[in-house]
């Protein structure tokens, strides 16, 4: 029986697969995080080779055949996978390990699992060689049977060959991966890096003496030893798979959001570029370090870390701020909850539009009010001191409806009820009291916001509309003044005026008479257009809609040759043309119709109208109105087209102003232009129906023609 001393061999052999032993208890005892998809595949590889090394070990110690045979395979068998479970473990550390799909791991088992079960059924087809060929070159004196070391001089057998070339290979390509990785690191990641790639290198060195300086002993199981020495240095002095960088630029670098990745004890294990404004340091250097020493705003991510949902902090950008919204997020199961992300979402655009609207209503006219659901004021802008004189502070809390006038309080408690079940905005004018004591008018919009998660409540737009209610209260009363006491007081003027001209009196005095009656005439009839204007243009309107425009126009034209039959009338008209106006349209068009005639200084007037598309927009529809008389003057188009009177320039009556009116509510356009030779050519341009969307009650509706 031979013992150990008298096999020195054993005692490098023993070492070696204690320390890759060693390696492997490390590494499962240090098992935490989501690092772990790299230490299982390198634990089993520092288990192969300890396998490895320790049964070679035995084989020298081996006093029987048959032990000696069971140590043999049992040695083959980690040797057969080392190869491919450290590729497996390099694409995995470099993140690649997308490329590792099952049909992939499936094809790199066939090799290994093929050279095992050829070298355990050996006996009974003898392709690689005898059982115990591959390991007795190394043991001089033993069984006295020559052969080939595994690893070492292959001989003849071609089998045992293409395993050692096809190892070979896979293990150059793992430590090409690990070298890769180590050239686009930097920092700890590199030195990272650098110890795996010597790590891998050793064996392959050994490998390579193997080929060129044949040893007594294959020296790669003794390299394996080598090699756990410099992992176990790395392991304990350079953080080697706690910090690890998995896909970096696949998921973090292309990432706008800043994010940090924490261990469970709140280092950093990874950042990217985006976060580098939020460490004090550069991203690599602060790598391994804790995250509370090394950001910028440590009690902003003491708070998220301690539980709290998000917070807000500020990072000083030179002369500006930029906002940071700060969340930390668990990893879930595959770190068992103990990692953790930070993750910064820059929302410095959203404060500065924020701050701007801000901006808008502290210092807008207009009273914003935040009501909650119970109609108390949460919020009030600064413009309720100047408008109504209340401290804004001093009204959150109290309910909107204390300053509204008690004579409108129901009705508006009825609106607020309105805006608080329904989705659209609610329009209401009301009372409210000044702190002086008078009594406001305000015309108040509310809107339902009270399930976005940014407002939480009712917004009341509130406007002083008091000035404007009063305008229109001396409007309503001048305009009854001019319509009923002004006609009433004129048709006296009238009756005496024809009472004068009646009798008997000089030709000079009736004269004045004459004139008298002209004048007041005039004025009933500048009444009754302004009666008509008030009643046309004051009515709601129903809002756009389909008109067929020629036969309203045919109409009109048939009208106007029965009351004028000294005219000529012209038209151009085609069978049909739809046009996107307001009911009031027809109104208009007649009024320009009858100007053209009744202003003519013609012995014989003319009249032309055209209906066509227009030449510069197929989208409207043109009506010209031709006449030639004197034409409108250029003072009176000045005005118009100003849309401001004064006492100088104005418009002598009221018709031109009606039409205007109209075709502005038809959102139409109107423009005159100089007829040849003589005369003016009122241009009156309207959407066509076919492509005009009528708005009615706050809503859309397509014309028929458009559909058709």
């Given at each position: 029986?031979?013992s150990?001393?008298?096999s ?7 070492a ?7 390696v ?11 690092s772990?998809r790299?230490r299982l ?10 396998i490895?090394a320790t049964?070679?070990?035995f084989?020298?110690l081996?006093?029987?055949?048959t032990?000696?045979?069971f140590?043999a395979q049992?040695a083959?068998v980690?040797a057969?996978v080392?190869?491919?479970?450290w590729l497996?473990?390099?694409l995995?550390?470099a ?5 590792l799909?099952s049909q992939?791991?499936g094809?790199l088992a066939?090799?290994p699992?093929v050279a095992?079960a ?6 009974s ?10 390991w ?12 080939a ?5 292959f001989g ?10 096809y190892g070979?290979g ?13 050239l686009?690191s930097?920092?700890i ?10 790590a891998g ?10 080929f060129?300086f044949?040893f ?11 090699s756990?020495v410099v ?5 304990f ?11 970096r630029d696949?998921?973090l ?6 994010v ?5 004890q709140?280092?950093?294990?990874e950042s990217n570029?985006?976060?580098?404004e ?5 991203v690599?250097?602060?790598?391994g370090e ?6 910028r705003?440590?009690a ?6 301690e539980g709290r949902?998000r917070a807000?902090?500020v ?7 930029r ?5 930390a997020?668990?990893l879930?199961?595959?770190?068992r ?6 993750l910064?979402y ?13 901006a808008?209503?502290?210092n807008?006219r207009?009273?914003i009010?935040v009501l909650?659901?119970?109609g108390e004021r ?5 413009s309720m001191?100047?408008?109504l004189?209340?401290?804004t502070?001093?009204l ?5 409806l204390?300053l509204?006038h008690?004579?409108d ?5 009825d ?6 079940t329904g989705d659209?905005p609610?329009?209401?004018?009301f009372?409210i009291?000044?702190k002086n004591?008078?009594?406001?008018r305000f ?12 407002v ?5 737009n ?8 009063r305008y229109?209260?001396r ?9 009923h ?6 048709n ?28 007041a005439s005039?004025l009933?009839?500048l ?7 008030d009643t ?6 129903s809002?756009l ?6 036969e ?7 009208d106007?040759?029965?009351?004028y ?16 106006a307001d009911d009031?349209?027809?109104?208009a068009?007649?009024h320009?119709?009858?100007?053209a ?7 014989i007037?003319e009249?032309?109208?055209?209906v ?5 927009s197929?989208?409207?529809v ?5 006449d030639?008389?004197?034409g409108?003057p250029d003072?009176?188009l000045?005005v118009?087209?100003s849309?401001?009177?004064t ?6 009556g009221l ?5 205007q009116?109209?075709?502005?509510r038809?959102?139409?356009?109107l ?16 959407r066509?129906?076919?492509r005009?969307?009528s708005?009615s ?8 023609s458009?559909?058709d």
């Open positions: 029986m031979t150990v001393g008298q020195p061999h054993a005692y490098a052999l023993f070696a697969g204690i320390l890759a032993g060693a492997t208890l490390v590494v499962l005892g240090r098992f935490r995080l989501y772990r790299v595949p390198f634990a089993l590889l520092t288990l192969s080779g300890s490895w049964a070679y070990g084989v020298f081996a006093v029987t055949p032990s000696e045979l140590y049992l083959w980690g057969a080392l190869p491919t479970i497996v473990f390099t995995v550390y993140g690649e390990d997308q490329l799909s992939m791991l094809f066939v090799e699992a095992i050829l070298k355990l059924t050996n006996a087809h003898g392709l690689l060689g005898s059982p115990l060929d591959l007795r070159a190394a043991k001089p004196n033993r069984f006295a049977v020559s052969g070391d595994f690893l070492g001089p003849p057998d071609l089998v045992l060959a293409a395993h050692a070339v070979f896979v293990a150059v390509t793992g430590v090409s991966v690990i070298a890769r990785t180590y686009k930097s920092n990641h590199r030195r990272q890096a650098g110890f795996l790639f010597v290198a050793i064996p392959l060195a050994a490998l390579g003496g193997e060129f044949p007594r002993i294959n020296p790669v199981p003794v390299s394996i030893g080598v756990s992992v176990l240095w790395a392991l002095r350079h953080q080697l798979f706690d910090i690890t960088p998995i896909a696949a998921i670098s292309e990432m706008r959001d800043a940090v990745v924490l261990d469970e709140d280092r950093i294990v570029g985006a976060a580098s939020l460490l004090a340091q550069p690599a250097d602060c790598i804790s995250v509370l020493e090394s950001v705003v440590p902003e991510v003491r708070t998220v870390l949902d807000e902090a990072v000083e950008d030179g002369d500006s701020c906002y940071f919204e700060v969340r997020e668990s879930g199961d595959r770190t909850d103990r990692a953790r992300l930070l910064f820059d929302v410095t655009e959203r404060r500065r539009t924020e701050e701007e609207f801000r808008l209503i502290e807008s207009d009273v009010t909650d659901a119970d949460t919020y009030t802008s600064p001191t100047e408008v004189g209340y401290r502070e001093a959150v809390g109290e309910s909107v204390d509204v008690p004579k309080r129901d009705r508006v408690a609106s607020l009820d309105e805006v608080v659209s609610v329009l209401a004018e009372r009291r000044h004591g008078t009594w406001r015309e108040t919009v509310g809107v339902n916001l009270l399930d976005d998660p940014a939480g409540g009712v917004v009341l509130s406007r002083d509309v008091t000035s404007r209610h229109e209260q409007l309503r009363v001048l305009n009854r003044v001019l319509r006491d002004l006609r009433n007081d004129m006296v003027i009238l009756g005496h005026a024809d009472l004068l001209l009646d009798e008997r009196i000089p030709a000079e005095s009736k004269d004045h008479a004459r004139t008298i009656k002209r004048k005039s009933v009839e009444g009754e257009q302004t009666r008509h204007i046309t243009l004051t009515r709601e309107s809002g809609e389909p008109v067929e425009v020629v309203r126009i045919e109409t009109q034209l048939d106007i040759e029965s009351d039959p000294e005219a000529i009338v012209h038209r151009n008209l085609p069978e049909e043309m739809w046009v996107s009031l349209i027809e109104s068009l007649k320009l119709i009858d100007n005639l009744e202003h003519n200084d013609r012995v007037p009249v032309a109208v055209t066509e598309r227009s030449q510069t197929t989208d409207y043109e009506i010209r109105i031709a030639n008389g004197p409108v003072a009176e000045s118009l087209e849309g401001t009177e006492p100088l320039q104005h418009i002598s018709g031109l102003w009606l039409v009116w109209i075709i502005d038809s959102n139409g356009r423009r005159f232009a100089e007829n040849e030779p003589r005369g003016t050519v009122a241009v009156v341009g309207l066509s129906a076919d005009a969307v708005v009650d706050g809503g859309t509706v397509t014309s028929e458009e559909t």
